[in-house]
């Protein structure tokens, strides 16, 4: 006869799994979205023997294979649902087989498993380190079926193992090994205590042979540190990346305007909306502005991974295909595991855009061995559309060298390549704004911007008039620039305002906070 | 009835197998599309099997053949050569001083094609069992994780010699040995708790290679004959990057100079200080150690002039007894006049050859798609005679070459795959001075190479299997301070 479940044995595991998938198909996407942009995997023998020769390889090449699957939110949601539900089977089993009531083992079983729903948070916790646990958890579940001579001496084999296909899953396993052989009053306590000592040290006994510091040793396949921690000011900036891949601009406005994050990824990300929206010159100051780091994410040794990845979008769509390549190639090496799918695309674009046609074919070929963008080197022809056409009208034809970091030369080559190139000029006449360098920007303005304009655009035109008042131009001048008569006006009420404030900034905040005349006054670079 | 069933199975498999069978060929006369390119190249008695595969194919099957015996060996992308097989091959074929005929049929959307035979040339002339060189990811100015590898080019045995993760992602330079001797060979590790580490005599040290006179620590080195001496440059390195499309990056010197180090007494001895102020970098001892050879260029300001620096190839005595440097340089080959700029000279063990890479200008060739190798015959004092070798340079980088003990084999990287991951080719110079065409460093999967990220930089050949490895390194990185070093006063003869 079967035994009939309550609903407080099932309710645990029901609230898991709404939770868990409502949590992150709907609350927490785009982690996993970036978790699988970050990952690369070949469907190749040579591939999978590049696994073996580390510990945790096992549970490495499935965590891998099924990260491939985050490529839909529906995928990450199950995937991660899937394995906190088997996780507090496997726990609930254990606990019940130590004696526990199963209404009571159903629920510490749901709070063993928060730990680690928290640790989804974090962009660098990868799904192996989870399927560790569930290994661990499977093999302590079959030792508990064992007589006890078995359950006591299957265990020197079991740990070496474990640890090969595991990683850090070996001390899980031996944690629990432990508790129930106490439950069970087995064996002699030094015995357990030597098995405890041989678990903790078989990690730092083989660190040579798989190369690894002490820390990796006991860590794998976590390669970064333990953060308990939902990131919503991430998962937003993630959001706006995300629409930014697939080109919806205005969906990254919509956002930057919902979310006004105060942050140099999301002011990041704005920009390059403004620029591709043709917005810059008149939305610059509609938000947050960190300074010059809100229009290139630096790539140095102290940058993050994620602003080294990120750091390539605005010069491909610059058309500055040599640093997008180096920060493309940067991205890729400085992400967790030295590969990416999303990188590896960008590289065989930028390399088709400039027409290298063999590099492209190295990063076309890595991509056919990937389940889900083998097509995509099929279809690109498809994707080589106008705006590819006109990113690689934009690539520069004049040769000069400069520092990576030497934004002004970038740019002003682009312009002297394609001086029609908008987005550099927008790009290089921002960057002298943030810079608050107003000589570079009238400079800039004067060389470049086509006097046959319309309507000078909100933001440079306060510039202007900065530059002009300066340096005490003439009304002529002043008339020259085409400058509105509603912004000259607004720019003497804002100086009478500024003499009046006496140098306070608060009661220009509200009437003036969203000008360049404010930010060049008040606002500190980040 | 179960026996029925599996014979009219059979009968159905070996049905559609004749189907599909070689029958059907299609003749052509083409090269299979080779990856690697393993046609008509000369290979060492004792390297690796030449494990390959037919771009696009499905099934693949290749003939071996050697006079009357013939191997054939099938797979569906690959061939696979059995170790056992392969050296009864090449010994065969070396002791008969017979090619070996490669004969390809590939299966290649659904039709079978039969190509032009090619032939592997075996000779006697082996190749040093083993090659070290720096795997790293083409990061240019920053890095990540880079790896120090020794290859078993006999077999497909790799190993790691060093490992920056274990020495908190330091920065390593390339691995270079003396007299191709793995008991004798240094690299530099870069930033706090590093030096160059020293393998000398079965012993490793860390040393400190720098002083407050020098420009900068020791980089690009050389070791003496004696193995007591090393000759290192020091230089002011600034990377940069070109903007136009096809150029990568650019690394140049605002200042650089030479040095020599003593390792028994610490002892830096520092070039001459009554010579003009010029660029002078990438120096080598001369087989016997008599001479230096280096790479000289007027200085001028950069980055603005970089597209007019051409380094020159110059040699200057250097005295081992007294622990002296010339007192005047003579210039051996006036690149600049050719147009090219002169990098890594590299001297053959037997002194006959020099071995260098020439740049259309500037320091830093790896990036320079027009850089090729050029052989100069150091047994001709009066005249200059450069091969160019047209047969062995690609239309990508091909450089960071060094050579085997017997001098009859160079290896070199090059990045004609992609233009992008250089990988180690060897080259097969004879007697004649004649080099072959160049061969890929053999992989178990050739496939690796398509997949790998990394590059294969600054292969370097030895005699012998290191006698350290990564827990070494880290051990000295983490435990051993490095030993400082003093500068010799005069330096002249």
Not at chain 1, 1 to 27: C, D, H, N, Q, Y
Request: aromatic share 16%; proline share 6%.
């Amino acid at each position: 006869m079967t035994r009939k479940f309550t609903i407080r044995e099932w309710l645990p595991a029901v609230l898991l799994v709404t939770g868990s998938f409502l949590f992150f198909f709907f609350f927490y996407p785009y982690h996993n979205l970036f978790k699988e942009q970050m990952t690369l995997f070949l469907h190749s023998g040579d591939y999978f023997f590049t696994f073996i020769g580390k510990p945790a390889w096992l549970t490495r090449y499935i965590g891998e294979f099924l990260t491939q699957f985050y490529i839909v939110p529906a995928g990450g949601a199950l995937i991660l649902t899937g394995a906190f539900l088997a996780a507090w089977i496997l726990f609930r089993s254990y606990l019940i087989r130590c004696g526990l009531q199963r209404s009571i083992a159903s629920w510490i079983a749901l709070l063993l498993i928060i730990p680690e729903f928290l640790f989804h948070g974090s962009l660098y916790y990868p799904l192996s380190s989870t399927l560790s646990g569930l290994m661990a958890l499977g093999a302590v579940l079959a030792f508990t079926g064992l007589r006890p001579s078995l359950y006591k001496w299957l265990f020197l084999p079991a740990a070496p193992l474990l640890y090969y296909l595991t990683g850090h899953g070996l001390f899980l396993f031996t944690f629990l090994w432990l508790v129930y052989g106490f439950i069970r009053k087995d064996g002699k306590r030094y015995y357990a205590l030597l098995l405890l000592l041989i678990s903790l040290s078989f990690p730092l006994l083989m660190r040579s042979v798989f190369q690894l510091t002490p820390k990796q040793a006991y860590t794998y396949p976590l390669k970064a540190p333990l953060s308990a921690r939902m990131d919503f000011t991430l998962e937003k900036i993630l959001a706006m990346d995300y629409a930014a891949q697939q080109g919806n601009w205005t969906r990254v406005l919509f956002l930057a305007q919902k979310y006004q994050l105060n942050n140099s990824m999301a002011a990041y990300y704005t920009n390059l909306a403004l620029s591709q929206t043709r917005l810059m010159g008149d939305w610059l100051f509609q938000f947050h502005q960190p300074g010059p780091g809100g229009l290139f994410l630096p790539v140095s040794p102290e940058s993050t991974s994620l602003a080294i990845v990120f750091s390539n979008e605005v010069f491909f769509s610059l058309g500055d295909m040599n640093m997008a390549q180096h920060s493309a190639m940067l991205g890729m090496i400085f992400s967790q595991d030295h590969r990416s799918v999303r990188l590896t695309k960008r590289l065989a674009e930028i390399h088709l855009l400039t027409e290298d046609y063999p590099a492209a074919d190295k990063y076309l070929g890595l991509l056919d061995k990937t389940l889900f963008y083998r097509r995509w080197p099929n279809e690109l022809p498809e994707h080589i559309t106008l705006e590819h056409t006109i990113l690689r009208e934009k690539i520069p034809s004049v040769e000069a060298i400069r520092h990576s970091a030497d934004y002004t030369t970038s740019l002003e080559i682009l312009l002297q390549s394609h001086p029609d190139n908008a987005p550099a000029l927008d790009y290089l006449l921002c960057f002298h704004l943030l810079n608050k360098d107003i000589p570079g920007f009238r400079r800039t303005y004067d060389t470049w911007y086509p006097a046959a304009k319309n309507k000078v655009p909100e933001v440079y035109a306060q510039a202007l008039l900065v530059s002009l008042y300066r340096e005490g131009a003439s009304s002529k001048i002043i008339e020259q620039y085409d400058i509105p008569a509603a912004t000259v006006s607004r720019f003497i009420e804002y100086t009478k305002a500024f003499e009046k404030a006496g140098g306070m900034s608060a009661p220009l905040q509200e009437e003036y906070g969203k000008t360049f005349w404010f930010y060049y006054h008040f606002i500190l670079f980040e | 009835m179960k026996r029925y069933r599996f014979l009219f199975g059979l009968f159905i498999f070996f049905h559609l197998a004749a189907c599909n069978s070689l029958s059907h060929i299609t003749v052509t006369d083409t090269y299979p599309p080779l990856y690697p390119d393993y046609s008509d190249v000369t290979l060492p008695v004792n390297i690796a099997p030449l494990n390959f595969m037919v771009t696009g194919a499905t099934a693949v099957k290749a003939e071996l053949l050697l006079e009357d015996e013939s191997k054939t060996f099938r797979g569906r992308n690959k061939i696979s050569i059995p170790m056992r097989t392969w050296r009864r091959l090449l010994q065969n074929s070396a002791l008969l001083q017979k090619d070996i005929v490669v004969s390809v049929t590939a299966k290649i959307q659904g039709t079978w094609y039969q190509y032009l035979p090619f032939h592997w040339h075996v000779t006697t002339d082996s190749l040093d069992p083993y090659v070290s060189y720096r795997l790293i990811e083409p990061g240019y100015e920053v890095w990540n994780t880079i790896r120090l590898a020794e290859r078993n080019v006999e077999n497909f045995r790799e190993r790691i010699i060093a490992d920056n993760r274990q020495t908190d992602k330091r920065c390593m330079n390339c691995h270079t040995y003396g007299n191709q001797d793995p008991s004798l060979s240094f690299f530099h590790l870069r930033g706090p708790g590093g030096g160059t580490v020293l393998n000398r005599e079965g012993k490793l040290r860390k040393l400190d290679l720098h002083t407050e006179e020098l420009l900068s620590p020791a980089i690009y080195g050389n070791f003496h004959p004696s193995g007591r001496f090393a000759v290192f440059s020091t230089n002011l390195i600034v990377p940069g990057f070109h903007t136009k499309k096809g150029e990568r990056l650019e690394v140049y010197d605002t200042a650089s100079d030479l040095i020599v180090a003593d390792f028994e007494e610490n002892v830096i001895i520092p070039f001459p200080s009554d010579f003009p102020n010029e660029f002078r970098t990438f120096p080598v001892f001369s087989a016997d150690g008599s001479y230096i050879y280096y790479c000289n260029a007027p200085q001028t300001t950069l980055p603005d002039s970089i597209f007019d620096v051409r380094y020159d190839l110059l040699r200057i005595r250097f005295n081992e007894q007294e622990r002296t440097w010339g007192t005047k340089a003579d210039t051996v080959f006036s690149a600049s006049s050719h147009g090219v700029s002169v990098c890594h000279p590299k001297t053959s063990p037997d002194g006959r050859y020099l071995l260098f890479t020439a740049a259309s200008y500037g320091t830093f060739p790896i990036w320079h798609q027009e850089t090729d190798l050029w052989l100069l015959d150091l047994q001709e004092e009066e005249t200059v005679i450069i091969d160019r070798l047209p047969g062995v340079n690609s239309n990508r980088s091909d450089t960071y070459h060094s050579w085997s003990s017997n001098s009859r084999w160079f290896v070199f990287a090059s990045k004609r795959d992609d233009g992008m991951y250089g990988k180690p080719y060897f080259c097969y110079l004879d007697k004649e001075g004649k080099a072959h065409k160049p061969f890929v460093l053999p992989q178990k999967n050739p496939q690796k190479y398509r997949h790998t990220l990394v590059s294969y930089n600054l292969p370097e050949l030895s005699t012998g299997k290191l006698p350290f490895g990564s827990s070494d390194i880290e051990r000295l990185y983490r435990k051993t301070a490095a030993e400082k070093v003093y500068l010799k006063k005069t330096s002249h003869e």
